[in-house]
C-alpha cells in the first residue's frame, strides 16, 4: 500500500487523521514539525506528502519549498492542509510547489479523492498550473 508522511504539529489532528488513513489501508508515517518533515520525506521516501502549512521550526510552505527543490524529493505529490480558507492561501501553496490543497477541518472522503488522484498520476486540482509531472 501506498505511503503517506502527514506533517501535523497539532497532535490531535494527527492522530486522527492518522487513524483514518490507516483504516483505509494506507502506510503512515509521522512529522511533528516542518524540519523534521523534509527530513522524513528523505529518509522514508513517502509517495505522497500531507502537510499541514502552520507548523512549528520551518511552516508548510517553506518545507513544501525545500522538498520541492532537491531531486531527491520534488516527484513526491504534496497535498497543503490549512485552517485558512481564504483564498490567498491556494496561490501561496501553489507557489510553494503544493500538488493540491485542502482545508480543515478535513473531510475525509473529498481528501481521499485528492489522494487517489495524485497517487494514481491524475494529478490534484492544481496539476493543469503548470506543475511538473515528472
Ligand atoms: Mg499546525
Known amino acids: 500500500m501506498p505511503k503517506i508522511l502527514l506533517v501535523e504539529d497539532n497532535e490531535m489532528n494527527r492522530d486522527m487523521l492518522s487513524r483514518r488513513l490507516l483504516r483505509k489501508g494506507y502506510q503512515v508515517v509521522l512529522a511533528v514539525d516542518g524540519q523534521s518533515g523534509v527530513e522524513m520525506a528523505q529518509t522514508q521516501a513517502p509517495d505522497l506528502i500531507l502537510i499541514d502549512m502552520s507548523l512549528p521550526v520551518l511552516d508548510g510552505w517553506e518545507a513544501t519549498r525545500r522538498l520541492k527543490a532537491v531531486a531527491?524529493?520534488?516527484?513526491?505529490?504534496?497535498?497543503?492542509?490549512?485552517?485558512?480558507?481564504?483564498?490567498?492561501?491556494?496561490?501561496?501553496?501553489?507557489?510553494?510547489?503544493?500538488?493540491?490543497?485542502?482545508?480543515?477541518?478535513?473531510?475525509?472522503?473529498?481528501?481521499?479523492?485528492?489522494?487517489?488522484?495524485?497517487l494514481s498520476g491524475n494529478g490534484g486540482e492544481m496539476a493543469s498550473s503548470g506543475n511538473p509531472t515528472s
Open 72 to 118: 531527491a524529493t520534488k516527484h513526491i505529490p504534496v497535498i497543503a492542509l490549512t485552517a485558512h480558507a481564504m483564498s490567498g492561501d491556494r496561490e501561496k501553496a501553489l507557489e510553494a510547489g503544493c500538488d493540491d490543497y485542502d482545508t480543515k477541518p478535513v473531510e475525509l472522503l473529498r481528501l481521499l479523492g485528492k489522494i487517489e488522484a495524485l
